[in-house]
């Protein structure tokens, strides 16, 4: 099922709805991403790469605390689930269960490569999800890429390219089910950090789809997922059911983002070897 912005899901609930998004949102949204983008490349450049553990933690935690910091100054009645909040604005917090606007974010997705020197492929995530709307506005920062997509651009799918499809994977736990999409349709797999960063080279046309399962938080895809979605992209649940957002448990352990066209394909593969 391929789940369009502002479609409605098999039970009634539109998951994803960016059309419906207050500029001032969407805008705010890009802000956040890039602004913590802004602090988290300052650190890469004062603590450098000797201690990458040290690194890791620090840029959690500056990047967590410029997010929450601002969506508690310039959005005070909104409930956040943050992977580094803590007690309400973390995986714990039952107020956003209740609330109409939740922000779900990343502070820094892709820790692992944000401590690797000359790697790009981390970033930050911001979306704001409304009851009864879905994901209505989202920004992903590619801090060392220099760009901030966002749901209120428009990504193009472009031609299908003339080589082999590229699937992005990630670099430490490729998942079975990515190698059976490459079998079926002759593509090959692209190691690669960042579940923002993956869908974001999907939306840029580097790679045709994105493949993941084992394990994953909503706050790894629910901004890439949102940009994707509102550029028309496919992204679903490996077995084709929508994405769904501000659930008691945050945990969404699969996805499938890429070419509308190849959505049938890998769908199936990923099917049978199920
Ligand atoms: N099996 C799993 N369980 C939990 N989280 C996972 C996971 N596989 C990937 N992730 C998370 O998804 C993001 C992208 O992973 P990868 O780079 O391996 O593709 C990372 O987010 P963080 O960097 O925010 O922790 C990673 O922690
Ligand atoms: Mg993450």
């Known amino acids: 099922m391929h789940d369009a912005p502002g479609s409605a899901s098999a039970t009634g609930a539109p998951t994803a709805t960016p059309q419906a998004a207050d ?19 300052e650190l890469r450049d004062e603590l450098g790469f000797d201690d990458p553990k040290a690194l890791k933690a620090a840029g959690d935690r500056r990047a967590d605390d410029y997010l929450l910091g601002r969506l508690a100054a ?5 409930a956040v689930l943050s992977e580094e909040g803590k007690g309400e604005q ?19 997705d892709g820790t692992r490569e944000y401590s690797e020197a000359g790697r790009d492929d981390w970033a930050v995530h911001v979306a704001l999800w409304q009851r009864g709307l879905g994901l209505t506005a989202a920004a992903v920062a590619l801090p060392a890429e220099g760009v901030t997509l966002r749901t209120d651009a428009l990504y193009e799918v472009p031609e299908a390219r003339a080589g082999k499809p590229r ?30 960063a993956k869908v974001m080279a999907v939306v840029a046309g580097t790679v045709d789809a994105y493949v993941h399962s084992g394990g994953q938080f909503e706050w790894d895809s629910a901004a890439p997922v ?6 028309d992209w496919h992204a679903s649940r490996i077995d084709g059911a929508p994405l769904r957002y501000n659930n008691a448990d945050p945990y969404l352990p699969d996805l499938l983002v890429c070419r509308p066209d190849l959505a049938g394909p890998a769908l199936k593969a990923i099917a049978e070897t199920h």
């Open 23 to 41: 500029a001032y949102d969407v805008g705010f949204a890009a802000e956040l991403a890039h602004g913590a983008g802004e602090l988290l490349l």
């Open 90 to 108: 973390g995986r714990v917090g039952t107020a956003r269960l209740d609330a109409d606007r939740v922000w779900i974010i990343d502070p820094l």
């Open 74 to 78: 310039e959005r005070p009645g909104d």
């Open 226 to 231: 949102a940009v994707a979605l509102a550029s």
């Open 167 to 196: 699937i992005a994977v990630s670099r430490t736990r490729p998942p079975a089910e990515a190698e059976a999409v490459a079998a079926a349709i002759g593509a090959e797999l692209v190691p690669m950090g960042s579940a923002g």
